[in-house]
């Protein structure tokens, strides 16, 4: 009867291990969501604002790895969290150094980087250029933007709008009239219809009056660009 019931219990425990590696073994949820943000986070490398999506990568491995010692022969999904792992790492080390490489190595000498934030009238105030702004009149700038979709006027313009935010560029709205610059190239570069960040140098006019443009209400701010990336 003991031999009986040994072998019962031996079987049983054989049964039930072949189930957990092949039947009962739940994907971890959170290895499949650090492999998905890891991937994601490869955009990172594109712009700096989206390294959140491989801090959250490297959160949810770190997650993962920790349930997998909890609970080794209930859930499975290790080389997912390891790759999810690895690329949310590499992203993290990687895209701050190629931006901080680009950021101090792309301004060109003799031009002075600015933003939109010197150029946008403040929140509640009338739509003209600020002080920040009348300050920058004929200096040259080095700044970087959109290109308004309705301002181009072939897939080879010398000539467009530059708006500071994606939402705009790809909506085409009519933004503020401090939100948006005409830009003239002056080199060998031509414009075509983009959902890039461009960057710019050349030399700011600030006008004291609105210019009408096609498409558009019409801009205080003209830049003669040297420089077009």
């Known amino acids: 009867m003991s031999t009986a019931s040994s072998q019962i219990e031996s079987l049983d425990q054989s049964s039930s291990a072949y189930l957990d ?4 073994t739940s994907l971890s949820r959170s290895a499949v969501l650090s492999l998905v943000f890891g991937i994601l ?9 989206l390294l959140f999506l491989s801090i959250m990568g490297g959160v949810f491995a770190m997650i993962s790895f920790a349930n997998f010692k909890k609970y080794p022969n209930e859930i499975s999904g290790k080389n997912l969290a390891r790759i999810g792992g690895f690329l949310s790492l590499a992203m993290l080390v990687l895209s701050p150094i190629k931006h901080a490489y680009v950021y101090y190595t792309e301004l060109p000498d003799g031009y002075e980087r600015i933003s939109f934030a010197a150029l946008k009238s403040p929140v509640g ?14 200096k040259r700038v080095f700044l970087k933007g ?6 181009l006027s072939s897939n080879a313009a010398k000539t467009f709008v530059l708006v500071p935010d994606w939402a705009t560029c790809c909506f085409g709205q009519q933004p503020p009239l ?3 610059i005409e830009v003239r190239l002056t080199g060998d570069e031509f414009a075509s219809k983009s959902l890039r960040r461009h960057s710019l140098a050349g030399t ?3 006008r004291p009056y609105m210019k009408p443009v096609d498409g558009l209400q019409g801009v205080y701010y003209e830049l003669e660009a040297d420089h077009f990336k």
Do not use: F, R
């Open 178 to 180: 401090t939100h948006m």
């Open 21 to 24: 590696e092949y039947g009962y």
């Open 41 to 49: 986070g490869l955009l990172s490398w594109y712009s700096p604002l």
């Open 146 to 151: 959109y290109i308004h979709p309705t301002s």
């Open 204 to 206: 700011l006019s600030v």
């Open 125 to 138: 105030a009338p739509d003209v250029p600020p002080q920040t702004a009348l300050e920058l009149d004929g």
